[in-house]
Nanobody, 122 residues
C-alpha cells in the first residue's frame, strides 16, 4: 500500500514537499517513482529513484526544480518541488517499481497510491 501526502495549493514560484509512505512489500528492494496526470492528459513520469537511493532520474520538465529522495528506514519516498509553475498542476502519484533500477515506463510499476493534488496558481 502506498499513501501520498503533502499536496495543496501554492503560488507560482513556491515549494511543496510530497511524501509517500509504503507498506506491505520490502520497500528497499524496489525503485520508486513519481508520476503526475493533469486533466485531459496522459500520466507522465516525473522522477525516479533506485532501490538504494544512489541513482535518480527526472523528466525534462522538472529537471533542476524537483528532487526525489527516499528513506528506507522509514519506508518513505519524497518529492521536493521548488520553483513551481502553473503547468505543474496535476494529480501526483507515487508508484513502486517491479525492478530495483529506475524505469520511466509506467508499465513497470505494479503498485500505485491514490494520488495527491498539487495546484499552482499564477
Amino acid at each position: 500500500q502506498l499513501v501520498e501526502s503533502g499536496g495543496g495549493l501554492v503560488q507560482a514560484g513556491g515549494s511543496l514537499r510530497l511524501s509517500c509512505a509504503a507498506s506491505g512489500r520490502t520497500f528497499s528492494d524496489y525503485a520508486m517513482g513519481w508520476f503526475r496526470q493533469a486533466p485531459g492528459k496522459e500520466r507522465e513520469f516525473v522522477a525516479g529513484i533506485s532501490w538504494s537511493g544512489e541513482s535518480t532520474y527526472y523528466g525534462d520538465s522538472v529537471k533542476g526544480r524537483f528532487t526525489i529522495s527516499r528513506d528506507n528506514a522509514k519506508n518513505t519516498v519524497y518529492l521536493q518541488m521548488n520553483s513551481l509553475k502553473p503547468e505543474d498542476t496535476a494529480l501526483y502519484y507515487c508508484a513502486q517499481s517491479t525492478l530495483s533500477r529506475i524505469v520511466t515506463n509506467r508499465g513497470f510499476y505494479a503498485y500505485w497510491g491514490q494520488g495527491t493534488q498539487v495546484t499552482v496558481s499564477s
